[in-house]
T-cell receptor, first 114, second 115 residues
Framework: NAGVTQTPKFQVLKTGQSMTLQCAQDMNHNSMYWYQQDPGMGLRLIYYSASEGTTDKGEVPNGYNVSRLNKREFSLRLESAAPSQTSVYFC?????????????FGSGTRLTVV | AQKITQTQPGMFVQEKEAVTLDCTYDTSDPSYGLFWYKQPSSGEMIFLIYQGSYDQQNATEGRYSLNFQKARKSANLVISASQLGDSAMYFCAMRDNQAGTALIFGKGTTLSVSS
């Protein structure tokens, strides 16, 4: 099925460990995004990539790095996990200037840092 | 900076009744898009409805309609004939033209539908 695939779906890390969240889309979209959702809250933009080869900071980039590996893949890396990074992480993709229904979200990665 | 405000943390409605979820936005861009998403307890983001800033008519999608009042900068979601399956978190979002067309989200409203 066409869409955005995130791996892993669940992860438990110890404080200070590192990990990479993977995201791949097969819709040939140019733009990709990483969002963080804390319990009971809205989604906040961590990083975005408007096109292959470019990445930019969003609202809450501290503690994260990203790589736009190619047009399909956009990864999010936590270098030294902290309990404050316990959250659900969503990857999304879209075409620029898209209208109705143009954004596609992955199913999320639920991360717990202990 | 662009901003989305949802002031209702929780709303309660009975089955078959209509409910309005409030959303106000702030932007200086003349061209923008407004979205509503539903997030059930399973966690996925489900697109409901879209309104472009230049659209003359309010958007409708089945039981969902968007009450777009441009001068007041509001984009309220109206759900007619509520169903138990409508119980979920609802997010208003706006396309942020300053951030590569990323969506910026409000904090959401939890809707509970009772029988």
């Amino acid at each position: 099925n066409a869409g955005v695939t995130q791996t892993p779906k669940f992860q438990v890390l110890k404080t200070g460990q590192s990990m990479t969240l993977q995201c791949a889309q097969d819709m040939n979209h140019n733009s990709m995004y990483w969002y963080q959702q804390d319990p009971g809250m809205g989604l906040r933009l961590i990083y975005y990539s408007a096109s292959e080869g470019t990445t930019d900071k969003g609202e809450v980039p501290n503690g994260y790095n990203v790589s736009r590996l190619n047009k399909r893949e956009f990864s999010l890396r936590l270098e030294s996990a902290a309990p404050s990074q316990t959250s659900v992480y969503f990857c999304a993709s879209s075409e620029p200037w898209t209208g109705a229904g143009g954004y596609t979200f992955g199913s999320g990665t639920r991360l717990t840092v202990v | 900076a662009q901003k989305i405000t949802q002031t209702q943390p929780g709303m309660f409605v009975q089955e078959k009744e209509a409910v309005t979820l409030d959303c106000t936005y702030d932007t200086s861009d003349p061209s923008y898009g407004l979205f509503w998403y539903k997030q059930p307890s399973s966690g996925e983001m489900i697109f409901l409805i879209y309104q472009g800033s230049y659209d003359q008519q309010n958007a409708t999608e089945g039981r969902y309609s968007l009450n777009f009042q441009k001068a007041r900068k509001s984009a309220n979601l109206v759900i007619s004939a509520s169903q138990l399956g409508d119980s979920a978190m609802y997010f208003c979002a706006m396309r942020d033209n300053q951030a590569g067309t990323a969506l910026i989200f409000g904090k959401g409203t939890t809707l509970s539908v009772s029988s």
